[in-house]
C-alpha cells in the first residue's frame, strides 16, 4: 500500500538528486525540503544513500528506476526498495507529515 505522503517526499527527493549542491532556493518550502532529504541522507549508509541518489535522478518512474538501478549496481530491487520505503519514512519525519 502506497503510503500518503509518498508522492511529496519523492518530489523532495528528485528535487535533491538534480540540486545536490543547492545554496538558494525559490521558497521557504523548497528550503525546508531540501535540508529535510539532506539530514535523512546523512542517516544513511553511504552506499544506500548512493542508490537513493542514483534512482531519484534517473529520468524514470520510480518503479523502473529501481529496477534500472538494481541491474546497474548488482543489488536486489527488493533491497532497494527497502532502502527507499526508510528513506520516504524519515524524510517524512523531517519534514514533520508523520
Known sequence: MKRYYADY???CL???ALHQ??????????????????RALDR????DAGY????????ADV???VRIVAEASEV???????VVKRAESWIARERGLI
Open 9 to 11: 517526499v519523492a518530489h
Open 14 to 16: 528528485k528535487f535533491y
Open 21 to 38: 549542491n543547492a545554496t538558494a532556493w525559490r521558497s521557504r518550502v523548497d528550503e525546508m525540503n531540501w535540508k529535510a532529504v539532506d
Open 44 to 47: 544513511m549508509p553511504e552506499e
Open 52 to 59: 537513493l541518489l542514483d534512482i531519484y535522478a534517473t529520468p
Open 63 to 65: 518503479g523502473e528506476a
Open 76 to 82: 536486489s530491487p527488493k533491497y532497494l526498495w527497502s
